[in-house]
């Protein structure tokens, strides 16, 4: 990513409430050069900015790396540059939760990047009914240039979704125990996936889910995915279910006119290391390049 937060010189502000970390986005986000925002220790509702602010970057961030600040849910939606580091998203013990409220939402949104955050929920088992599955963690919509990367996610139904979206990189992240899919990505364009670490998973019947580490499709898109790269992960099945590693489909092809019945374009997979226990390694179809 080329935008740089937290440069030396930039505006520092501490806070320990939602209505201080608000006023605290507003006023550096509006500033030449933007700032810092450090979250003093404690459980905050949410990180939740929608169409507000200037633009200027604004990182945000646990003041003390080694007491970090927890809260419920980031929620990005029509605002620019934004990087979100080292914080606990823990919605574990959150009664009546909607079900459409995932703890991660980023959404027409530009410049943003998610970095060095511990994902949790509290799936702990295989999933034999969908009435029993734990909340998927969110992810990503209608959005460019962003970098989700150095986190831990644990816990969940489904992990990080992608979807309608051009320059992406996941990378360097830790995927773990969830009972459906890691990751999911749907109509993008520029993704790199590159030295994740997904394993352990939990699983599911597949009368419940189709359930794959990392899965691209092409069903309700609106934009032929085209330029990825999947490389230097690793994905083990360890001591979990077995799951399809990596599945490329484009479920669109040859029933749809135009480019999106077409081929996926320009799809490199190297340098992988897979131990699963499903028949399928690598499936990729309908792809050209």
């Not at 209608?142 to 969940?156: I, M, P």
């Not at 352990?200 to 995915?225: E, K, P």
Request: charged share 20%; glycine share 10%.
């Amino acid at each position: 990513m080329s935008l740089v937060f937290a440069a030396p010189s930039a505006t520092q502000i501490i806070v320990s409430s939602n209505s201080e970390l608000r006023d605290a986005y507003l006023q550096l986000s509006s500033q030449d050069g933007g700032g810092e925002i450090l979250l003093q220790a404690g459980t905050y509702y949410s990180i939740r900015f929608d169409n507000i602010g200037c633009g200027e970057p604004v990182a945000i961030r646990s003041a003390d790396p080694d007491n970090q600040a927890t809260v419920q849910q980031i929620s990005l939606e029509s605002v620019d540059n934004i990087a979100v580091q080292n914080v606990i998203v823990d919605r574990t013990d959150v009664v009546d939760r909607p079900a459409w409220q995932d703890d991660l939402l980023i959404k027409d949104a530009s410049g943003i990047q998610i970095t060095g955050i511990t994902f949790q929920h509290d799936a702990d088992g295989y999933l034999g009914s969908l009435s029993d599955a734990a909340e998927t963690l969110g992810g990503v919509r209608d959005s460019d240039n962003v970098l989700f990367s150095d986190n831990t996610v644990s816990g969940y139904y489904h992990g990080l979704y992608v979807l309608e979206t051009s320059h992406i990189e996941i990378s360097n992240n830790e995927i773990t125990r969830l009972e459906g899919d890691g990751l999911r990505l749907g109509g993008v364009q520029h993704v790199d996936i590159l030295d994740n670490y997904i394993h352990d998973f939990l699983g599911s019947d597949q009368n419940v889910t189709h359930s794959d580490l990392i899965q691209f499709w092409g069903s309700n898109a609106y934009t032929l995915t085209t330029d990825v790269m999947i490389a230097g992960n690793t994905l083990d099945a360890g001591e979990g279910a077995g799951s399809q590693a990596i599945f490329i489909r484009n479920e669109q092809f040859g029933k749809v006119d135009g480019v999106l019945g077409g081929h996926f374009e320009n799809i490199s997979i190297v340098d992988n290391l897979i131990y699963n226990g499903q028949q399928h390694g690598i499936r990729v179809d309908d792809v050209d390049g």
